[in-house]
């Protein structure tokens, strides 16, 4: 699976900001897609938001209620729709694949930069 975020930019505190990612190579669909960001400098990746395959979601305490993940089967697409950013949401940010089985993630985007300025 080739996954290839895009979306990113430089918004300010209190914008919005809405990240895509394309799949291709195999069908979406069955899978678990989830958006982790780094801070760089950071070694710790954050994993935000779960967009698991039966429809359910996870989100990490930190985006609760501003962030959005959602996905497109139709269009093997999982975007990412950030509301009331922040300047602690600078980072890159990139959507995975994890596996149904192990739990690792397996596929990773190249990552799409957010900036947050204050």
């Known amino acids: 699976v080739q996954l290839v975020e895009s979306g990113g930019g430089l918004v300010q505190a209190g914008g919005s900001l809405r990240l895509s990612c394309a799949a291709s190579?195999?069908?979406?669909?069955?899978?678990?897609m989830a958006w982790i960001r780094q801070v760089p400098g950071k070694e710790r990746e954050s994993v935000l938001a779960?967009?698991?395959?039966?429809?359910?979601?996870y989100y990490a305490n930190s985006v609760k209620g501003r962030f959005t993940i959602s996905r497109d089967n139709a269009r093997n697409t999982v975007y990412l729709q950030m509301n009331s950013l922040k300047p602690e949401d600078t980072a890159v940010y990139s959507c995975?694949?994890?596996?149904?089985?192990?739990?690792?993630?397996?596929?990773w985007g190249q990552g799409t930069q957010v900036t947050v300025s204050s």
């Open positions: 995975a694949v994890r596996d149904v089985q192990s739990g690792e993630y397996t596929y």
């Open positions: 190579g195999r069908s979406i669909s069955n899978e678990h």
């Open positions: 779960i967009s698991w395959s039966d429809g359910s979601t």
